[in-house]
């Protein structure tokens, strides 16, 4: 059965889940796992960041950092300039404004050369999936191999990113003339045909820009599917149009405590790439593994009121932002986790030792805690990817699409024989995927 309700309720953390015992089950804490804040930390590649209104009813500007001259309304526009490496992410619903209303919203991405000489604009991954009909929300085991999977368009999209792929509707290299703007996306996100009619679209994009450059993302409707705006349309909105309305609800500020919106994001996030030797030190090169019998966990995508007690925030923080959306870009959708394990086997015996990711119960406590039996909600959907050394020390490369519920302890992804004294490097790389809300753990445990 199609999930498609669950394209836009858990997406960037809307509220804190409580963390009350869900009715009939029962809270399972792992005693013998530490908790570890992961080394290393978020590069400083600006993502434009559109999630916000995440459910789009209604035309306009969804994010703009063009500058505010000559802009009907200059408060939709954060005039900020991209060149060199930058991503391009955008996530955002459309379902029928009215009940009679049949037209289609189409998603434009909107890019402006200001200078006076030609700017080129590189394309390295890009990705743009529907929920429907191009990657629905089936029903996933937990874990599967294979590298072609996916449950979500969110999921889809990252998994491409995640293998090196461009889908074709995107040129390998644009040229923009001084002084012009360009098309990146142009496509509709149709709801017509579907029961009920609602429907999402994802996008990720990495590029280079040999100049800098303005974006915006914008929101107009059509009658039909196959009507798209003309540049020039999309230019007059731009131009003349206020944010897209109705908003998300405001974030709760950092600093205030209890129950917590967490804002959706529209601006420029920082960082799009955590990539790190997990060592025993930052002087040593190797890992340790556990005793047996014994784990130790890093925490992924750690956020405010959700550090799992390691006091670490890896949210990518905004470097600008509207005043009604989320303060940092919390879930860090987009950003990939490549994260290396010089595993070492200091012992006289030879160990089995295994590497999982799992989505415990988020508290701030120390702490690794997992519900039984899991209740309903999908917390994590996304292909990962293991590097590692088998048998024969042959490389071996596999990918697992995650399914997890919330509170779920995940299966292994990979399980090693360690000889005494002995070093296997493993490499987990994922991007973090729309349609799921942190924190994760990625551990290590030895039997």
């Not at 899991?374 to 699409?401: A, D, S």
């Amino acid at each position: 059965m199609l999930d498609i309700l669950s394209f836009f309720i858990p997406l960037n953390l809307p509220i804190v889940y409580s963390q009350n015992i869900t009715q009939n089950s029962e809270i399972i804490s792992e005693d013998n796992n530490t908790l570890r804040p992961l080394q290393g930390k978020l590069n400083k590649i600006p993502v434009f960041n559109s999630n916000s209104p995440e459910l789009v009813l209604g035309e306009g500007i969804l994010l703009s950092t063009f500058p505010q001259d000559n802009k009907t309304y200059p408060e939709a526009h954060l005039n900020f300039a991209f060149q060199g490496r930058f991503d391009i992410f955008a996530h955002h619903v459309a379902k029928p404004p009215t009940e009679d209303d049949q037209r289609t919203l189409y998603l434009g991405i909107i890019i402006h050369n200001p200078n006076a000489e030609t700017v080129t604009i590189k394309t390295f991954e890009a990705a743009s999936y529907l929920s429907q009909p191009d990657a629905p929300f089936i029903t996933l085991p937990s874990k599967i191999e294979g590298s072609n999977i996916y449950a979500g368009p969110g999921s889809r999209v990252m998994g491409d990113i995640l293998q090196g792929k461009r889908q074709e509707i995107f040129p390998p290299e644009i040229i923009i003339g001084a002084g012009e703007s360009k098309m990146l996306l142009n496509l509709p996100i149709p709801v017509q045909t579907l029961t009920p009619p609602i429907n999402g679209r994802s996008t990720y994009m990495r590029l280079y820009s040999s100049g800098k450059v303005y974006l915006a993302s914008l929101a107009m409707y059509q009658d039909t599917e196959n009507n798209p705006p003309t540049l020039s349309q999309w230019q007059q909105l731009l131009e003349n149009q206020p944010l897209s309305f109705p908003r998300d609800k405001a974030p709760t500020p950092p600093e205030a405590s209890g129950n917590r919106i967490y804002g959706r994001v529209a601006g420029v996030s920082e960082g799009n790439l955590w990539k790190t030797d997990l060592t025993d030190s930052s002087s040593k090169e190797i890992l340790t593994i556990p005793n047996s019998g014994e784990a130790f966990s890093y925490g992924l995508s750690t956020l405010i009121g959700g550090t799992l007690g390691i006091n670490q925030i890896q949210t990518a923080p905004m470097l600008v932002r509207y005043p009604d959306t989320a303060y940092s870009a919390h879930g860090n959708y987009g950003v990939q986790y490549s994260l290396t394990l010089p595993l070492f086997n200091s012992s006289k015996d030879s160990k089995t030792v295994n590497i999982a990711i799992s989505t415990p119960i988020k508290q701030d406590t120390l702490g690794v805690n997992f519900f039984n039996p899991l209740p309903t909600q999908t917390f994590f959907r996304g292909l990962v990817q293991v590097k590692y050394n088998g048998e024969n020390n042959i490389p071996r490369l596999k990918y697992f699409h995650l399914v997890q519920k919330r509170g779920e302890k995940g299966e292994n992804l990979v399980s090693i024989i360690m000889p005494s004294q002995s070093k296997k490097l493993i490499s987990v790389d994922f991007l973090y995927p729309p349609d799921a809300t942190p924190p994760q753990i990625l551990t290590v445990t030895t039997e």
